[in-house]
């Protein structure tokens, strides 16, 4: 005990403070409230969030309206549709193709409406590999130069259709 009117050691007044004066483990530093932090972090997220989509790249421009769209000029930048049904039959867009000859012809036709149209081939997971390949190298004797592969994309884990 400290006689009356005699100072006492801050030390000796501290909660959980032993004998002597210190604390148990050291004497302890100012904590940190990280709430405020974690609020303002949220709230900048939020605003990233909003305004991310509504950025957009080049100068704002307001391009003039038409009345009269050209119909010739939409279908001319689509791809042409190749497709090899289940069954070996060949298809350029809706148009069934009997023989090799025609399959050479139709893509010349294609491509004359646009010369810069790629080519897609579609075909069935079970047709024959030789047939697709086959049909790829009369698309690339008919003139073609970008053949894609349509593919359907198996989700990871997915056991492979029979």
């Known amino acids: 005990m400290t006689p009356v009117g005699a100072a006492q050691s801050p030390a000796a007044s501290w909660p959980g403070s032993g004998r002597g004066g210190a604390p148990k483990g050291g004497p302890r530093g100012p904590e940190i409230?990280?709430?405020p932090l974690v609020d303002v972090v949220l709230v900048l997220l939020i605003i990233f969030m909003v305004?991310?989509?509504?950025?957009?790249s080049g100068q704002p421009v307001a391009t003039p309206d038409v009345s009269h769209p050209d119909a010739e000029a939409k279908g001319q930048?689509?791809?042409?549709?190749?497709?090899?049904?289940?069954?070996?039959?060949?298809w350029i867009e809706k148009?069934?193709?009997d023989g090799s000859g025609e399959l050479e012809a139709g893509i010349k036709a294609a491509r004359a409406l646009g010369p810069d149209r790629k080519i897609v081939l579609q075909a069935d997971r079970n047709v024959r590999f030789r047939t697709v390949r086959s049909v790829f190298a009369r698309c690339q004797s008919a003139g073609a130069t970008g053949i894609?592969?349509?593919v359907t994309t198996r989700p990871v884990g997915a056991?492979?259709?029979g």
């Open 33 to 35: 409230n990280i709430t």
């Open 51 to 56: 305004i991310a989509p509504q950025m957009q």
């Open 77 to 90: 930048f689509d791809p042409i549709t190749v497709s090899v049904t289940r069954d070996g039959t060949v």
């Open 95 to 97: 148009e069934r193709i």
């Open 148 to 150: 894609a592969l349509k």
């Open 159 to 161: 056991e492979e259709p």
